[in-house]
């Protein structure tokens, strides 16, 4: 599973630890599109990498930081063919993949410690999409795109 994470100035830390759970997985590659320091950039410009590498197909699922999360998955949910959780607890991350199917994750930097945050990473990770009645519905929130 290819997997592009990145993060704005204010996620930096939950990113390198991110990458650190994802390198417990086999077969997962991960390609980090930035930011590398503490300097401020636009959490909308790191949504866009990410979100183009899942929508081209680079990426099978991507993973978006910033400060609260709120942001970024805004950003990441305003291009055309993703579908981001902004997640802060396990259960919403299993519900996240089982019943939406969500390509990409987004998470807080500010607001969820390492652990809580690995935990949810590796949830989000290993869940798969249940279909069947989900399906329907997640097609219907990917129709309005074309509203």
Same mark, same amino acid.
């Given at each position: 599973?290819?997997?592009?994470? #990145? ?56 993973? =978006? ?15 055309? #063919? ?7 607890? =396990? ?19 500010? =607001? ?36």
């Amino acid at each position: 599973m290819k997997i592009t994470i #990145g993060s704005d100035h204010g996620a930096v830390d939950l990113k390198e630890a991110v990458k650190r759970v994802l390198a417990e997985f086999d077969g997962v590659e991960v390609k980090d599109v930035g930011t590398f320091g503490t300097e401020a950039v636009d959490y909308p410009d790191i949504a866009v990498k990410v979100c183009a590498d899942v929508t081209s197909g680079a990426a099978d699922r991507g993973i =978006v930081l910033c400060g609260t999360g709120i942001g970024i998955s805004m950003a990441a949910n305003k291009i055309h #063919g993703i579908r981001c959780a902004l997640c802060n607890d =396990v259960y919403s991350a299993q519900m996240s993949r089982e019943h939406n199917d969500a390509n990409v994750l987004a998470m807080g930097g500010r =607001v969820l410690g390492f652990g809580v945050a690995g935990k949810i990473v590796r949830a989000w990770l290993t869940t798969e999409f249940a279909g069947g009645r989900h399906e329907r519905r997640v097609n219907k929130i990917m129709a309005l795109e074309n509203h």
